[in-house]
């Protein structure tokens, strides 16, 4: 590929400010359809799914995984899962041949050296560094612990013999402990760069010392330059915009951020420190004025942005070039895919793509050539082989998943998603509502394994974006306004479920609720506060009142951070200091309304739950049977906040069947394992169904 000459960085930003603008202008007046009309027809004229076991759908994961392609374009280096062990891979992209380099149970992940001549090793004891030549071996360069609060930190990206670690240790002045930052080189030598009483995100352009540093003050995200050994405010936001630091282009002394600035969507920003009062300027933001800015990609040689990407209803890539425009559309055109994650790398022979469209069963793995504009899948063969003695989901076992926007009571206007079973008529199906957890996260378009799940199970699916998630702006967040449990955001998913009914779909007799940790919490409020709506709740480590999160979030905190941390709490969910704030939020959780239950209940937790307390949990359900409800509780002892091991996870997922199968109807496999059976009979400590 010819060397592309990139645009002078005054022309560039002027340029591509003014692209940025026509292009915001065309998609912003574009009208948004709904296709969920479409949906409910083509779903019925599909052929019925199998019932596919619950193996196939939990377990249904490629046993290669990291594939990561080296910044000249020329290596793929990967992960094979075999027996427990990690197999590391090397792939030549020009010539084909494939070779194993190392071996170990160890491997965290892997990371290149941005002269594609090494990886670095992330291991469970520390980093190890591996050549790319054929007779290099693996070496162990630095043990690292995590109990003792030891991390890597990533690369150092403007030198390819050096990362980053955090290390706790005794201050300077003995007093007290401290993260340091250290630069460690391909040896072992360490630098120390950094101290702090927390870890802070930084960048340390061109292999030097640190320049910029960004830290929560106040609940204000600030960021510093550091100049004259003192720190000089550049930007700042409130921490819940999530500003961040990007990159740092030292030729023109451009920092860019990604930040909000007066606008309600997050945006790519770029501050012009040549001036005493930075210039900000907006670069890139949705030209559909309706989403985050997600991940943005710089060029390696000219530290200029080049693509931006974005969580939109599905995933939407945008070059800010016109060389990485075009490829861009010859990757969309050839794969017509909603999700396509693209790693574009300049005056590189081939890029790394990876379709992940939520329409077929498996994700499929390619390289781009820039010249030829051709796809090919350089590990197709690897993946068949290694796969055809798996039992694995196909296409046709997949139901329909469409986004969809509804206005709430309020006249607020919302995002989710409904998933409709194949070749069955919506209006007769029970629906399941599945909120997220978080609260401040979000339903994505490729986040599918739930809803699959469900519809293949005989159940259309309602997952609401509430306010409250993240990703669509400002404003969609902070309408929540700390209004949980029997309240606004409650209301947002009756809303939505009111309007999927209205749309035909569901039976209004036949609807259960289900979500895990705030999904749980929702889950409580619905079967405590519209008692006669749901026939059935399935919380998974749902939080029973927001001050005893909170409580529990801060419990092992102290001194600053416990501060710190208590006042974010208090601006998103409850001030836990204030009796009087206390007093509102307890009177809208359904830990202090355990008496509005009617309808059965089954409650599925962790005992080393870090994030929920799991006696809480355990004194909720105990409330509620001995107020004569019908709660069936499963406490796993070696299980946390999700569930890890293969059988418990099985475990969860027969107990919700089950649980829909009993109450709203449908379809379920009806024969746990040996394994499952025992760990069931083992952990339920209250069961009037099971």
């Not at 202008?25 to 779903?43: F, H, N, P, Q, W």
């Not at 040896?187 to 995100?201: A, F, P, R, T």
């Not at 990757?331 to 895919?337: A, D, F, V």
């Not at 599918?448 to 702006?473: C, D, M, Y």
Request: charged letters at 25%; proline letters at 4%.
């Amino acid at each position: 590929m010819k060397n592309m000459k990139l645009l002078s960085s005054l022309n560039y930003t002027k340029a591509l400010t003014i692209t940025f603008t026509i292009l915001l202008l065309t998609l912003s007046t574009k009208g948004r359809t709904d296709d969920l009309g479409e949906a409910m027809i083509k779903s019925q004229t599909l052929s019925p799914s199998r019932l596919f076991s619950r193996a196939e759908l939990l377990f249904n994961r490629s046993t290669i995984s990291s594939v990561k392609l080296s910044p000249d374009g020329q290596h793929l280096f990967f992960i094979i899962e075999q027996d427990n062990k990690k197999e590391l891979w090397m792939l030549n992209n020009d010539t084909g041949v494939k070779s194993k380099r190392f071996t170990s149970a160890m491997i965290r992940g892997f990371y290149w050296a941005s002269d594609s001549q090494r990886v670095f090793l992330h291991l469970k004891a520390g980093m190890g560094v591996l050549g790319v030549s054929p007779t290099d071996n693996p070496e162990i360069i630095l043990k690292l612990d995590k109990e003792k609060e030891q991390y890597f930190y990533g690369l150092d990206k403007g030198s390819p013999h050096h990362f980053y670690v955090w290390i706790k240790e005794q201050s300077s002045s003995g007093n007290a402990k401290e993260y340091v930052l250290y630069r460690v080189d391909h040896k072992g030598n360490k630098e120390s760069l950094y101290q702090n009483d927390e870890i802070v995100n930084f960048l340390a352009p061109a292999g030097g010392f640190l320049k910029f540093i960004s830290k929560k003050e106040n609940n204000v995200f600030k960021i510093y330059e550091l100049r004259d050994n003192r720190l000089h405010e550049v930007y700042q936001c409130h921490f819940t915009d999530y500003c961040r630091l990007l990159n740092y282009q030292a030729k023109t002394n451009t920092l860019f951020v990604k930040g909000r600035g007066k606008s309600d969507l997050s945006q790519l920003i770029s501050l012009d420190l040549n001036l005493d009062t930075p210039k900000v300027t907006t670069l890139h933001q949705d030209p559909e004025n309706r989403f985050d800015i997600g991940t943005v990609t710089f060029d390696t040689h000219s530290d200029l942005p080049i693509m931006t990407s974005y969580e939109t209803d599905y995933f939407e890539n945008y070059g800010l070039t016109k060389e990485v425009s075009h490829h861009i559309r010859k990757i969309t055109q050839t794969l017509k895919s909603p999700i396509i994650k693209i790693q574009p790398e300049l005056n590189a022979k081939y890029w790394l793509i990876s379709d992940h469209n939520p329409n077929k069963a498996q994700s499929r793995l390619y390289l781009y050539n820039t010249i030829s504009s051709k796809l090919t899948q350089p590990l197709e063969n690897i993946f068949t082989r290694i796969n055809k003695h798996n039992n694995q989901l196909n296409d046709d076992d997949l139901a329909l998943r469409i986004a969809i926007q509804y206005k709430a009571s309020d006249g607020m206007m919302l995002q989710g998603y409904v998933t409709l079973p194949r070749g069955l008529k919506p209006e007769k199906l029970p629906l399941v509502v599945v909120p997220h957890g978080g609260p401040f996260s979000r339903r994505t378009g490729g986040d599918t394994r739930i809803a699959q799940f469900l519809a293949n199970r005989g159940h259309a699916v309602f997952e609401p974006n509430f306010r409250g998630s993240k990703g669509f702006g400002r404003h969609y967040m902070h309408a929540a306004n700390r209004d949980f449990g029997d309240g606004r955001v409650q209301q947002d998913i009756i809303d939505g479920l009111e309007y999927v009914l209205s749309r035909g779909i569901g039976d209004r007799s036949r609807l259960a609720i289900n979500g895990g940790s705030f999904g749980g919490f929702s889950t409580l409020a619905a079967l405590t506060f519209t008692p006669d709506l749901f026939q059935v709740g399935i919380a998974v480590s749902p939080g029973t009142a927001l001050s005893k999160t909170v409580h529990y979030l801060s419990r092992d905190l102290k001194g600053h951070r416990k501060a710190e941390t208590l006042k974010r709490l208090a601006y998103q969910m409850v001030d836990v200091n204030s009796p009087a704030d206390v007093k509102r939020s307890d009177d809208k959780s359904p830990s202090f309304h355990a008496e509005k239950i009617t309808k059965p209940l089954y409650i599925i937790a962790g005992e080393k739950d870090r994030k929920v307390s799991i006696l809480n949990v355990r004194d909720y359900a105990l409330r509620l049977e001995s107020m004569g409800k019908k709660v069936t509780f499963l406490s796993a002892p070696n299980e946390g906040h999700i569930y890890q091991q293969k059988h418990a996870v099985e475990a969860w997922y027969y107990l919700l069947e089950k649980a829909l199968f009993d109450h709203i109807g449908g379809r379920m496999q009806k024969d746990p394992t040996p394994k499952v059976q025992q760990f069931l009979k083992k952990n339920i400590l209250l069961s009037p169904a099971i």
